[in-house]
C-alpha cells in the first residue's frame, strides 16, 4: 500500500524542479510552465491529503484551482504575446521597461 | 501493482518536470508538459480521484498546452543556445534557492511521518463525479459561480491584452 508520505515527497521533489525551472530560465514561456508545474505539485499534495482523509473538500479545492489556473495561463499568455509584439523577444532578461 | 503503478507515474513525471525545465526547445518542453499532465492525472487515478483525472487530462492536458502550442507557434520561436553552459551567479543562488526549498518541505514532512493516520475507509466513494456535485452545487454553489465570473474576466482580459492595438494608441 502507497502510504501518503510518497505522494507528498513527489510533489514537493516536483515543486521545486518548478522553483528551479522558473529562477533559472530566461524564456517567459518556459517560465509559466514551471508555474504549472508548480501548481500540479500543489494539487496533488490536496488529493493526496483529501485521500486519506476520506473528505471530498480538498478534490474541490483542487476544482478551483484548476480554474485559476486555467484563467491565469491565458492572461499570462496575452501579456506574453503583447510583450513580443513590442520588444520581439519573449526574453526576460531583455525587458527591461519596469525595472530599476 | 498498484505500488508499481506509483511508481511509474512517479518516474515519468519527474522525468518529465526535468525535460520541461531543461529542454532547449519551446516545443519539446510544452509536449513533455502533455505527458507531465497525463501522468499526474494517472497519479488521480491511483488516488481514486476519477473525475480530477479527467478534469486534469481535458483541461491541462488538453487545453492549456494546446494555448501553449498556439502562442508558442505564433511567436515562432528559435532554440535557446546555451542553456546552462556559462556558469553565473545568477544561476549558482537559484539551484540553492531550490535545493532549500526542497530541504525545507522535506523536513516539514518528515516531521510529520507517524502523525498521518492510514487511507481511510470511505475513499472509495469520494472521488466520483455524484460525490464531487453534490458538494459542489449544494454547499460551494456560490465559490461555483464567483468562477464564472473569474473565467469570463480572464477571456475578457486576454482578448483586451493581446489586441493588435489599444484604442488610446490609434490617435
Known amino acids: 500500500m502507497i502510504i501518503t508520505s510518497w505522494y507528498l515527497a513527489l510533489s514537493a521533489v516536483l515543486f521545486s524542479i518548478g522553483v528551479i525551472g522558473v529562477l533559472t530560465r530566461k524564456n517567459a514561456i518556459v517560465i509559466l510552465m514551471s508555474v504549472e508545474i508548480m501548481l500540479n505539485a500543489v494539487n496533488l499534495t490536496l488529493v493526496s491529503f483529501s485521500a486519506q482523509m476520506g473528505d471530498v473538500q480538498g478534490q474541490i479545492l483542487v476544482f478551483f484551482s484548476l480554474c485559476v489556473a486555467a484563467a491565469e495561463v491565458a492572461v499570462g499568455l496575452a501579456i506574453i504575446i503583447a510583450i513580443y509584439r513590442n520588444n520581439l523577444t519573449v526574453d526576460i532578461t531583455k525587458i527591461n521597461l519596469l525595472r530599476w | ?171
Open chain 2, 1 to 171: 501493482m498498484i505500488t508499481y503503478l506509483f511508481l511509474f507515474f512517479a518516474l515519468l513525471a519527474l522525468g518529465t518536470a526535468i525535460l520541461v525545465v531543461t529542454n532547449k526547445s519551446t516545443v519539446n518542453s510544452a509536449l513533455a508538459l502533455v505527458f507531465h499532465m497525463l501522468s499526474i492525472a494517472g497519479l488521480y487515478l491511483l488516488l481514486r480521484a476519477q473525475f480530477l483525472a479527467v478534469v486534469q487530462v481535458l483541461v491541462y492536458a488538453g487545453a492549456i498546452v494546446v494555448l501553449f502550442l498556439f502562442v508558442i507557434m505564433l511567436l515562432n520561436l528559435e532554440k535557446e543556445e546555451k542553456l546552462f553552459a556559462e556558469f553565473s551567479f545568477r544561476h549558482a543562488i537559484a539551484f540553492f534557492a531550490g535545493i532549500a526549498v526542497l530541504a525545507q518541505l522535506l523536513y516539514a514532512l518528515g516531521s510529520w511521518t507517524g502523525v498521518l493516520p492510514e487511507f481511510a475507509d470511505q475513499m472509495i466513494a469520494i472521488g466520483t463525479v455524484e460525490a464531487i456535485g453534490d458538494e459542489l452545487f449544494t454547499t460551494y454553489l456560490l465559490p461555483f459561480e464567483v468562477t464564472a465570473i473569474l473565467l469570463t474576466a480572464a477571456v475578457v482580459g486576454a482578448l483586451m491584452i493581446a489586441q493588435r492595438k489599444l484604442k488610446s494608441q490609434d490617435k
